[in-house]
């Protein structure tokens, strides 16, 4: 079965940065566009970014310039390198892959979730 596994959350400093990965195993991953997605709580979740099979990539607005995601086909490895983090950023992060069309940011576009990691921002 399609399993998502994210690590590499934890605290840092505001400026500070972190590097979140997620390995994916159940399926050919290279095949699809993968996502990474952030919910805090009380709020909605929330598209990051997305990078497809290609390579390319969307951003949110909110990210563009301090957030990189990339991909390793070979390891089954989705990344994302967050720099110049802000306590806005604090959030449980997702990965996200099984894209079913529609916004690349929008979680209802993806149809496997991994169980998150928490980034905390203060």
């Known amino acids: 079965h399609v399993q998502l596994v994210e690590s590499g959350g934890g605290s840092v400093q505001p400026g500070g940065s972190l590097r979140l990965s997620c390995v994916a195993s159940?399926?050919?991953?290279?095949?699809?566009?993968m996502a990474w997605f952030r919910q805090a709580p009380g709020k909605e979740r929330e598209g990051v970014a997305s990078?497809?099979?290609?390579?390319?990539?969307t951003y949110a607005d909110f990210v563009k310039g301090r957030f990189t995601i990339s991909r390793d086909n070979a390891d089954n490895t989705l990344y994302l390198q967050m720099n110049y983090l802000e306590p806005e950023d604090t959030a449980t992060y997702y990965c996200?892959?099984?894209?079913?069309?529609?916004?690349?940011?929008?979680?209802?576009?993806?149809?496997?979730w991994g169980q998150g990691t928490q980034v905390t921002v203060s």
């Open positions: 990078i497809d099979r290609d390579g390319h990539t």
């Open positions: 996200a892959t099984g894209y079913v069309g529609g916004a690349l940011l929008g979680p209802q576009s993806y149809s496997y």
């Open positions: 159940g399926f050919n991953s290279d095949d699809y566009c």
